[in-house]
């Protein structure tokens, strides 16, 4: 996993939501932590920082409910 890509995402996730444990969260959908405004907020981010746009079929709890999910699907987007 690449550190400086979850590093920032980790910062981008805190922004949101400072009180979660996004290190060791892996319930952030199932817990309702994020919710669908969150969602929107980070698929921006997401897209501001690393040039990625993240495709309907990806915008799926698989994919949210954990900073190393969302780490992982960044940066299979950036292998595309």
Not at 23 to 37: A, G, H, P, R, V
Not at 70 to 76: A, G, K, Q, S, V
Request: glycine content about 0%; overall charge negative; charged content about 30%.
């Amino acid at each position: 996993m690449n550190e400086r890509i979850m590093e920032t995402l980790l910062e981008i996730l805190t922004d949101l939501h400072p009180d979660v444990d996004f290190e060791t969260c892996d319930t952030l959908i199932d817990d309702k932590i994020l919710d669908s405004f969150d969602i929107v907020s980070l698929i921006a981010e997401i897209n501001n920082e690393w040039d990625v746009t993240i495709p309907a079929d990806k915008i799926d709890p698989q994919y949210f409910n954990s900073a190393e999910a969302l780490c992982e699907l960044i940066e299979e987007l950036l292998d595309e």
